[in-house]
């Protein structure tokens, strides 16, 4: 790669956010089932 090039990859994953909690709240088991499709094993947070 020629010097000075980065390059930056986009991962999509659901963000945590209060709308996801709202859709999750109650509902742990299709939390846990959301969990097991993060390759990160986390849900991103904005930043």
């Known amino acids: 790669m020629p010097p000075g090039i980065r390059i930056n990859a986009v991962c999509p994953s659901l963000i945590e956010t209060p709308t996801v909690a709202d859709m999750f709240e109650g509902q742990a088991e299709a939390m846990a089932d959301i969990m097991k499709q993060q390759p990160i094993g986390w849900l ?4």
């Not at 991103?44 to 930043?47: C, E, L, N, V, Y």
């Open 44 to 47: 991103g947070t904005g930043a």
